[in-house]
Each structure stands twice: as structure tokens, then as C-alpha cells.
């Protein structure tokens, strides 16, 4: 991994802001950042970098052109349909489906992800084009918390990032066997990750891929 960190290598960072907003890497280098979430290789020698503290890192490659990008996604990314435009700049890239390798990384899981009634309610209309009934929701808590919990967790439900974003994955006709999605929840591992909805630290997991 060393040899990506020579002077041959250019670094590329964005100002992120949980927005849709995707950027070629020339425009995103060192010391000329722009406020992105996404990034995208359009030169050789190119280190695409995320941060992130419980959102996901999504990394895409085209085995065949080799042009790579990376998201910072989490619930407003998904609503606000990240992966739909960065999947359009590959399709004008000339990139066929069946080619697109994608990699979700570490990110809080949904059992540690819990928000209002509202917000969940709000996420799969915008995200995943479906209104979800209350009883789907009550169904939903009464399978996610014990009669241990107290009455303010049993107002809350939980939010699957990492579904949501295959589920749209696949709605781009992305084959499921090239997709690949980590399981270890930034919340829960305490000693490997950075967690903001944990421990609101300003501390992020630095997360990068190569042109």
C-alpha cells in the first residue's frame, strides 16, 4: 500500500455535506478541496479519499475501463439518490453493469441505528419510492426491542443503511455478485472504529481507493 503514497500519487478530499454532489478528482486536490460526497478518478495515480464515523464508504471500479469512485453515503446520501448519480457519470463513461464492482465498507449497523417515526417514514419515501404504513412500522419495532426497553427506544425504529444501498445497487442493474458488503458496525466496535452517533467524536476512519 506504501507505493500509493509516493509523489506520484495525487491525494483528492472533499469538504463533505451529505448531499448528492460528485466531483472528478482534478478538482478535489490538495489544498483545492470543494464540498462533495462523492469522487471520482479521472486521471491516472489518483487517491480517492472518504472519512467517515458511522455513514458508509461505498468504493465502485470498472474492471475493464479501471475507472474507480468513491461515496460517502448515509440516510440523507440515500435519500438525496447519491448512488443513481454517480452510476449515470460510469454509464457516460462507457461502463457496462456487469463490469461494476462495488465494495460497501464498515458503517453503523441498524441495530444501533435508531431514529423517529417521521425520519423513518420520510427515508424509505425518498430513498426507496415506498410509504411505509404504520402498521409496517409497529410490526417493525415490536421485532426490534425487548420488553426490557424503555419507552423512548420503543419510539424509534430501525434504519438499514447498508439494505437500502443494495436495494438501490440493484435497482441500477448492478449484478448482486458484484457487490460486496462489510458486515462490522462502527457503533459496536468500540476499539476499531469512530462512531459519532456513539460517542459524537470528531474523529473519522479515513477510507481510500486508487486510479
Not at 14 to 23: D, G, P, T
Request: proline share 1%; glycine share 4%; hydrophobic share 30%.
Amino acid at each position: 500500500m506504501g507505493d500509493h503514497f509516493n509523489q506520484n500519487y495525487i491525494n483528492c478530499v472533499s469538504n463533505q455535506i451529505h448531499s448528492n454532489v460528485i466531483v472528478f478528482g482534478s478538482f478535489s486536490q490538495e489544498g483545492s478541496r470543494t464540498y462533495a460526497d462523492g469522487l471520482i478518478g479521472n486521471k491516472c495515480n489518483q487517491n480517492l479519499w472518504i472519512y467517515t464515523a458511522d455513514c458508509m464508504p461505498i468504493f465502485f471500479a470498472d474492471k475493464k475501463t479501471r475507472n474507480v469512485a468513491a461515496l460517502h453515503c448515509g440516510r440523507k446520501g440515500l435519500e438525496k439518490k447519491i448512488i443513481k448519480n454517480l452510476v449515470k457519470i460510469f454509464d457516460n463513461f462507457g461502463t457496462s453493469r456487469d463490469d461494476l464492482l462495488v465494495a460497501i465498507g464498515p458503517s453503523i449497523s441498524k441495530e444501533q441505528y435508531l431514529v423517529d417515526k417521521m425520519t423513518f417514514k420520510e427515508f424509505y419515501r425518498k430513498a426507496e419510492n415506498k410509504n411505509i404504513t404504520n402498521n409496517l412500522i409497529k410490526t417493525e419495532k415490536d421485532h426490534c426491542f425487548s420488553d426490557s426497553n424503555h419507552s423512548k427506544e420503543q419510539n424509534l425504529n430501525q434504519l438499514d443503511l447498508k439494505k437500502s444501498a443494495y436495494r438501490q445497487l440493484l435497482n441500477e442493474n448492478i449484478p448482486n455478485t458484484n457487490i460486496d458488503i462489510s458486515n462490522l458496525c462502527t457503533y459496536k466496535l468500540k476499539n476499531e472504529f469512530n462512531s459519532w452517533r456513539r460517542s459524537k467524536t470528531i474523529s473519522r476512519q479515513w477510507n481510500f481507493i486508487c486510479s
